[in-house]
């Protein structure tokens, strides 16, 4: 049984930071791509921030330069950096992570998202 727990949203007024994080745990045999993807109310879900599993980072243009993405692999932990953040940015932020187990096909992953994680910013 494989968990993806974020943590680490909150309420910030613009121009502030937050980082989010989000473990994997439970029986993982190797992590591929892990993803932040983020929705606001009435809208669909975006790809905010990817990371490959050798370290190639990918963001899209609303965030560049603002957002960092990390991984830590000994963890199973990935992370958001958010700083100078916009009322623009308040959603509800996702993790996706890419992932097999020992019943998992060679060469195959599968995706696994958490719960979620609120992040309000205020003007």
């Known amino acids: 049984q494989v968990q993806v727990v974020e943590s680490g949203g909150g309420l910030v007024q613009a121009g502030g930071s937050l980082r989010l994080a989000c473990e994997a745990s439970?029986?993982?045999?190797?992590?591929?791509?892990m993803r932040w993807y983020r929705q606001a109310p009435g809208k669909q879900r975006d790809l905010v921030a990817s990371?490959?599993?050798?370290?190639?980072?990918n963001y899209a243009d609303s965030v560049k330069g603002r957002f960092t993405i990390s991984r830590d692999n000994a963890k199973n932990t990935v992370y958001l950096q958010m700083n100078t953040l916009r009322p623009e940015d308040t959603a509800v932020y996702y993790c996706q992570v890419e992932l097999s187990t020992g019943a998992t096909p060679r060469g195959l992953f599968y995706s696994y998202w958490g719960q979620g994680t609120q992040v309000t910013v205020s003007s």
């Open positions: 990371i490959a599993s050798g370290g190639r980072t």
């Open positions: 439970g029986s993982i045999f190797s992590i591929n791509a």
